[in-house]
């Protein structure tokens, strides 16, 4: 299994708070990608990395911020957490933009109330 | 522009009998095609991956999917299903060598009747 962790895993908060969520690879991968997954959507992309201080946007990333200081983290940020973003977030990395396999974290549920 | 579209959100099979899951897909671009596999409280995990090599690609578990350009299919089979193989299910496209671009299906949900 790739060395992937998520945390927290589970997260329950109110509107408005500011939510950080952690993805730590152990796989020196260069590339790092956060995805949100919700019921009849499949998983969307909201921010990806290339590399250290490097970052992009995805499909949906209004509300969210991504900061990448270290080649083995990624962190995603909810500067202010709103109820549509209730959703399980999923971490993943690959070797390269060229092979398209990507391997996954467990995932984090954030519940916002 | 890029697409996927997987017909059924859940297919209900019997142990033993074929498993057919279908994806279509839509590239302006030679795509590479993947399946991947979501089991209960899991992150997604690679099942196989279509690259414009052999149309018939073999994954793990015995299952396989064959690109069909002229259908733009890249549906997946297994001649005989277990209960193991109880999962979601998401086909993904993405056009040649961009893994930033990959898009996902929505997902179509496995059953598996004793």
């Known amino acids: 299994d790739a060395g992937i962790t998520q945390s927290p895993r589970h997260k329950v908060t109110e509107t408005g708070t500011p939510v950080t969520l952690r993805c730590h690879q152990t796989e020196n991968h260069r590339y790092m990608y956060w995805y949100r997954q919700d019921p009849g959507h499949g998983l969307r992309l909201i921010h990806y990395s290339y590399g250290v201080k490097d970052t992009d946007k995805g499909e949906v990333s209004d509300g969210y911020s991504v900061s990448r200081s270290k080649t083995e983290d990624f962190l995603l940020t909810l500067e202010s957490a709103t109820s549509s973003q209730t959703s399980v977030y999923f971490c993943a990395i690959s070797e390269g933009k060229n092979t398209g396999e990507l391997f996954f974290g467990e995932g984090s549920r954030l519940t916002v109330l | 522009a890029q697409s996927v579209t997987q017909l059924g959100s859940h297919v209900s099979v019997s142990e033993g009998a074929l498993v057919l899951l279908r994806c279509n897909y839509s590239?302006?671009?030679?795509?590479?095609l993947f399946w991947y596999v979501q089991y209960p409280n899991q992150g997604l995990q690679l099942l196989l991956k279509?690259?414009?090599?052999?149309?018939l690609v073999k994954g793990i578990n015995g299952f396989e999917a064959e690109f069909k350009k002229s259908e733009t299919s890249f549906h997946l089979t297994k001649p005989s299903a277990h209960m193991s193989d109880a999962a979601e299910y998401f086909c993904a496209v993405s056009p040649y060598s961009s893994a930033s671009k990959i898009i996902f299906g929505s997902g179509t949900r496995l059953s598996i009747r004793p």
């Open positions: 279509y690259t414009s090599a052999a149309t």
């Open positions: 590239s302006s671009v030679p795509p590479y």
